[in-house]
């Protein structure tokens, strides 16, 4: 059965205190793994796309990286504005596992970052 | 305006009330998806459609109910609501299903209780 697992669940930083969100995950065989981004009330946002292990992929203070089982999103020196829950999907390829190709969700890591 | 747009924001209803939350998207889309999204649980595929008329179910589909007459809306139907279904519901649409190179877009979402 394909999974996703996230952690810390919650995660509380200082401003400008860099440090990372885990992403691990099982899946028959990995099409691409999704990050996104939800702030309260609003639908998950996209960040980035990862489709094989050593990719990585940077946007402002973001940066994701994916190994054979887990893929990381490294904040750094992060600021207030940053605070949302951060969200890891998974994709199988299709024909392998149940999933039927949809994207599969981890439960979310909600990053607070104080100034 | 273009996108994607969910309807109502926020529905409380009576168990066994039937309920429509309604989805319309304007890029012409072929995918669009159901997902709910609980505390514990993250966001869970309830069904999804790859055209108009052609729908298939998700993770969780009992108790909910879907259609697609046009492309550009994907209705969701509790037949008799129960208190489990209540969540925050997603609808998500996407041009290609296995090979979206974003994942999917998502709506701000319904937030449904039923007392």
């Known amino acids: 059965e394909d999974q996703v697992t996230q952690s810390p669940e919650a995660l509380r930083l200082q401003e400008g205190e860099s440090s990372s969100l885990n992403c691990s995950y099982t899946?028959?065989?990995?099409?691409?793994l999704f990050w996104y981004r939800q702030d309260p009330g609003k639908g998950p946002e996209f960040l980035f796309t990862?489709?094989?292990a050593g990719e990585e992929k940077e946007k402002e203070r973001l940066k994701a990286t994916l190994t054979k089982k887990e893929s990381f999103l490294h904040i750094t020196a992060p600021k207030p504005e940053d605070s949302a829950t951060y969200l890891c999907?998974?994709?199988?390829?299709?024909?392998?596992?149940?999933?039927?190709?949809?994207?599969?969700f981890g439960k979310g890591t909600k990053l607070s970052v104080k100034p | 305006d273009a996108g994607i747009t969910q309807s109502p924001r926020y529905k409380i209803t009576e168990t066994g009330r039937q309920v429509t939350l309604m989805c319309h998207q304007t890029?012409?889309?072929?995918?669009m998806f159901w997902y709910r999204q609980d505390l514990g649980h993250g966001l869970r595929l309830i069904y999804y459609?790859?055209?108009?008329?052609?729908?298939d179910k998700g993770e969780v589909p009992d108790g909910y109910v879907v259609s697609r007459s046009k492309t550009e809306n994907f209705p969701l139907t509790l037949e008799s609501a129960t208190r489990s279904q209540t969540s925050v519901y997603f609808c998500?649409?996407?041009?290609?299903?296995?090979?979206?190179?974003?994942?999917?877009?998502f709506g701000s979402g319904t937030r449904l209780t039923v007392v």
């Open positions: 890029w012409s889309h072929s995918y």
């Open positions: 990862l489709y094989s």
């Open positions: 999907a998974v994709q199988a390829r299709k024909g392998d596992g149940g999933s039927q190709g949809n994207l599969i």
């Open positions: 459609s790859a055209a108009a008329d052609i729908t």
């Open positions: 899946v028959s065989g990995l099409r691409g």
């Open positions: 998500a649409s996407s041009e290609l299903h296995y090979l979206a190179p974003h994942g999917y877009t």
